[in-house]
Structure formats: structure tokens, C-alpha cells
């Protein structure tokens, strides 16, 4: 399936959850100082390994930069 | 000496946590890491502020490692947000990426002014509040603005000197002291300090503190204006705690006239 990640799409399998998806990225679900956004809203945490997603989701994996 | 001990205790306190510094360092724009941890040391600052941003493969290590090796507590902001509900779920992520429940809460209207979007603001902060928060929000120079946002709850308002990285320092003092008269929170002045001598005008005025980032990140030498603002806090802190004499139009003489000899060219 595919899926748009940080705006750019992705293939993933089908039913693949939040930690599959942070490891085709080379993130450890145990990485600090990383939050994951779903079609506008947050995946927490301790969701990540239960939430699966699907076609045409857009998902955001952010993290702390110099700002403010 | 005892005056001196009762300025050393003299914290900033917001949400009862205590900084022996009054100074919070906005890390945007700084040229590298290097220079910002070496900025950060030279302020003393033991704030920093981090926006989130989408996360890129590069090697340039991360703000956070700064934070961490400096020792100072993370401030996560909301910049880029245009709505309440933008800033609402930005500031959740910040929460889960950060493990901290203080944020900047910052809602703009648009992006050539960058000025604060207060009704957005404003329905943000008592969102963020009632989940738990520790508001700080970016506000206006309004009085009734800063009134409402402590009345939601927040733990301290920032409004701005002027607008964000103009540099023109505090545009409006007047409004800033009715802010201050009123606050029964501690008032930070964010946005405007272009350089050390707005922010010690900010402390004179009454601010409990000040947030600076682009006067640092963008000077020609961001370590030496780090040190620079740095003593500028201080010494407006002192001179606010010190009491200022009051301004006057004409001279008023600081030498008794009493006791003044009679010189006229007196003949016998």
C-alpha cells in the first residue's frame, strides 16, 4: 500500500503498524525525541506498535530542531 | 554584604520551578550547533526553546544534544502554527517526542508580520491548560490579552517588544507597563530585542525575564552577544530591584545649597 510520509509517499506492506514504518526509516521505535502524527492527529507512543495503517494515510514523524 | 545574598536568591519562578537566570534562549537561527551550545553557555541561560519539525536523515546531530550537554531544560515551541488546533496537536507531539508538559504556545496570524493570532491564541492556551500543560504563550502587546491568558491559566505571558527577529526593540513600553501593573504572572518579554540594551530596558520596566533568539543567533558574533545580553538582564534586574530616580524635565541638584559660601567681591 501506499502511504505519504513527511509529504512524500511511501510503499509499505499491507497493514503495516507505526514501528514498521519508523524502521524503513532506520527509527528504533525506542528513538528519543520523535513524535508521529496520523491524518492530523498524534499516535502515541505506546500506540505505535498496535496501530496499523492504512492506504492514503498521511503521516508525520517530527522531531526537535533549533527554533524559537 | 547581606543585600548582595538577597539579590543571589533573586529566581525566576514559573510554575514554581526556579531559574537563577532570567534570560531564555531561542536556538533559531544559529549558524551551527557549535556556536549555540557556545552561545548558550555565554548567556547562562538554562531555557532553551525547540520547534518540531519533520524529521531528515543528516548528520548534523541534534538541538538536543546541546540542550542535554548544556543542562538546560527544553522549551518546546509551536512556531508555524496558524490555528488552535495546529498548535494543539503540536503541542501534544512536542510532549510525546520531549517528555516535557511546558510549551511555547505560539499561534501567528501570517507570515509577514508574525504577529500572534490573539483569538486562536487565546482558545489554544485554555485547551492546553486544561489537558495539563505549562503555557507560556507568545502574545500581543495587549493588556487585555495578557489579562485573559493568565485568567485561562497560564504560567506566565510573553508578549512581544515588537515583531518577531525585527530587532526594533520594545515598540510600545506603555502598553507593557499596564501588562506588568496587572500580571500577577511572571511577564517575559519575547520578540523585539534586536540587542543588549532592549532587553535591559525590558528588566528595567519590570519583565521577569526575557526570551531572545535572533539578536543572538543572527548577531555577527552569537557568542559575544549571548555574553553581551546576558549582563544586560542582570544589570536591568538590578536597576529594576534598585528603583530608578523619577524622570524630570529640569535639573534638580544633588549637592545640598545649604552651607554655600558667600563669595560676592565684598569692599570694606
Known amino acids: ?68 | 554584604m547581606r543585600s548582595r545574598a538577597a539579590e543571589r536568591d533573586d529566581d525566576l519562578v514559573i510554575a514554581g520551578e526556579h531559574f537563577r537566570s532570567r534570560l531564555i534562549l531561542g536556538t533559531g537561527g544559529a549558524p551551527s550547533h557549535d556556536i549555540l551550545e557556545d552561545a548558550v553557555l555565554a548567556s547562562g541561560t538554562e531555557i532553551v526553546t525547540v520547534a518540531m519539525r519533520r524529521i531528515t536523515r543528516s548528520g548534523a546531530g541534534s538541538v538536543l544534544d546541546v540542550v542535554e550537554r548544556t543542562g538546560c531544560r527544553v522549551l518546546p515551541n509551536t512556531a508555524g502554527c496558524y490555528t488552535a488546533r495546529d498548535a494543539v496537536v503540536t503541542a501534544r507531539l512536542a510532549r510525546e517526542a520531549l517528555e516535557t508538559k511546558w510549551i511555547k504556545l505560539e499561534v501567528i496570524a501570517d507570515e509577514r508580520t508574525l504577529l500572534p493570532e490573539p483569538v486562536d491564541l487565546l482558545d489554544a492556551a485554555e485547551q492546553l491548560v486544561e489537558d495539563g500543560f505549562v503555557v507560556l504563550p507568545y502574545a500581543n502587546d495587549d493588556p487585555v490579552l495578557a489579562h485573559r491568558l493568565e485568567d485561562v491559566g497560564c504560567a506566565a505571558v510573553m508578549p512581544l517588544g515588537a515583531p518577531i527577529g525585527s530587532g526594533s526593540g520594545i515598540r510600545n513600553p506603555y502598553n507593557l507597563r499596564i501588562i506588568l501593573e496587572r500580571a500577577r504572572v511572571p511577564v517575559i518579554l519575547d520578540a523585539g530585542v534586536g540587542t543588549a540594551s532592549d532587553a535591559a530596558i525590558a528588566m528595567e520596566l519590570g519583565c521577569a525575564g526575557v526570551l531572545v533568539a535572533s539578536a543572538i543567533t543572527r548577531a555577527e558574533k552569537p557568542v559575544l552577544m549571548a555574553e553581551a545580553i546576558r549582563k544586560a538582564v542582570e544589570a536591568g534586574r538590578l536597576a529594576h530591584l534598585a528603583g530608578r530616580i523619577p524622570q524630570r524635565l529640569y535639573a534638580e541638584a544633588s549637592t545640598a545649597w545649604e552651607g554655600i559660601a558667600d563669595l560676592t567681591a565684598h569692599t570694606g
Not at chain 1, 491524518?39 to 505505535?48: C, D, K, P, T, Y
Open chain 1, 1 to 68: 500500500m501506499t502511504v505519504v510520509v513527511n509529504g512524500e509517499t511511501r510503499e509499505l506492506r499491507d497493514g503495516a503498524t507505526v514501528v514498521e514504518l519508523l524502521s524503513a526509516m532506520d527509527l528504533s521505535a525506542e528513538a528519543r525525541g520523535i513524535a508521529v502524527a496520523r491524518n492530523g492527529g498524534i499516535v502515541l507512543r505506546a500506540e505505535w506498535v498496535n496501530t496499523t495503517l492504512a492506504p492514503d494515510d498521511h503521516v508525520e514523524v517530527l522531531h526537535a530542531v533549533q527554533g524559537g
